[in-house]
């Protein structure tokens, strides 16, 4: 009796499968078959991502590796167009350097302050450009330029911000403000956070502040 109820309740579901299927079959193989599209697509996505992110880096080696500068500097330019912000990035910086090692310092400036203004790329590589232009332009650019570009609201963000500190106090000091500066340098050397080479240097120009 029991192998008899399990039969018809067998059937039963058969029926109901069957005509569940008559109902939406296709529409079930059409979402299967839209699924295996899109892993499929997703998959070929990943793979041709991959494939141009290597070829992007690999051109990037191939161009720092040069012992031609002027070759260097003309591959990484090609490098402006590629779809890796990082890597496109990473090329105008060293394009700076390269450009400075050639003594060509108004195109590495002009570079710098490009690279800062790109939103494009990652805030990182923006503010060690903008680092560097300060570096180089600390002798040369006018107080007031100088300090708008490192404003207290933008150091307090920037994972640079005990670098920039340093040389807002340089500032300073070169422009014959050791109160501001000595200010900023016992700041530096009394914050736990400070990098131990910064608070180094802090130390030593404190001295010098002081004098």
Known sequence: MADILRQVDEDLRKDRLLRIWRLY????????????????SYQYYLFSTQSKN????????????STDKSVSIDQLIELDESSNSYIKGLAKLKRVELYVSSEKNELAIKLLMDIFADTSLDSILRDLALYKYLMLQLNTLD???Y??????????QSRFKFLFKELKALKFLIEGDRISSLEIFESLVSNPD????VRTRAEKFKKISKK
């Open 147 to 156: 300090f708008e570009l490192i404003r207290d609201e933008h150091l307090n």
């Open 54 to 65: 290597e070829a992007i880096v690999e051109k990037y080696i191939n161009a720092i590796s």
């Open 25 to 40: 079959g296709i529409y079930i193989a059409g979402f299967v078959i839209v699924f295996l599209i899109a892993i499929a």
């Open 194 to 197: 400070t990098p131990i080479e």
């Open 143 to 145: 107080k007031d330029q």
